[in-house]
């Protein structure tokens, strides 16, 4: 099983401040998936292929890395950001996902 | 618009069973593989079963092999979770997705627990 570790965990930002949250697999993949999952709401596909934002994601947002090691990047952090950032790998089942980063705003 | 509505969830004891289902609509629903992903309370995202969309070849994580049967009817566009032998560690909010993770429903909550 492919393990998705995220870091940080938790992060604090202020409006306008670059954020970069990351995701590290344990074995090689070909592309890394992140979603958005609001409080009590349920995720959605944010980034798929890396670096292809779902239809209605703010270009702020971006993603990169390769092999085992993959990121997705917020330019400019804006309110309607906080949330949990999830990474997630088709590559080998079962399809797995990292532990999540919670995103607050400072 | 895509829609995907979770029901069937509820308050179960350990070694019975469930069964969630999940009406799709928006979309062409015999074209698309589906998915269950769970969310224990305060967890993380976990890939539960998937189902190609013919229905003839599903796929399960281990954990719950054996217990739990993905199933789905194309001429009612709805997708199935036949979960037994609950444990208390199968507690969960379970969304219906579809095959890619790219639509998720609204979640419906299983607790297991006497």
């Known amino acids: 099983e492919i393990v998705l570790t995220q870091s940080p965990t938790t992060i604090a930002a202020s409006p306008g401040e670059k954020v970069t949250i990351t995701c590290r697999a344990s074995s090689s993949v070909s592309y890394m998936y992140w979603y958005q999952q609001k409080s009590g709401a349920s995720p959605k596909l944010w980034i798929y292929?890396?670096?292809k934002l779902a239809s209605g994601v703010p270009n702020r947002f971006s993603g990169s890395g390769s092999g085992t090691s993959y990121s997705l990047t917020i330019n400019t952090m804006e309110t309607e950001d906080a949330a949990t950032y999830y990474c997630?790998?088709?590559?080998?089942?079962?399809?797995?996902f990292g532990g999540g980063t919670k995103l607050e705003l400072k | 618009e895509v829609q995907l509505v979770e029901s069937g969830g509820g308050l179960v004891q350990p070694g019975r069973s469930l069964k969630l289902s999940c009406a799709a609509s928006g979309f062409t629903f015999s074209n698309y593989y589906m998915a269950w992903v769970r969310q224990a309370p305060t967890k993380g995202l976990e890939w539960v079963a998937s189902i190609t969309n013919s229905g003839g070849s599903t796929y399960y994580r281990d954990s719950v092999k054996g217990r739990f049967t993905i199933s789905r009817d194309n001429a009612k566009s709805t997708l199935y979770l036949q979960m037994d032998s609950l444990r208390s560690e199968d507690t969960a909010t379970y969304y219906c997705?579809?095959?890619?993770?790219?639509?998720w429903g609204q979640g419906v909550m299983v607790t297991v627990s006497s």
């Open positions: 997705t579809t095959g890619s993770f790219d639509y």
């Open positions: 997630q790998q088709w590559s080998s089942t079962p399809w797995t």
């Open positions: 292929d890396t670096s």
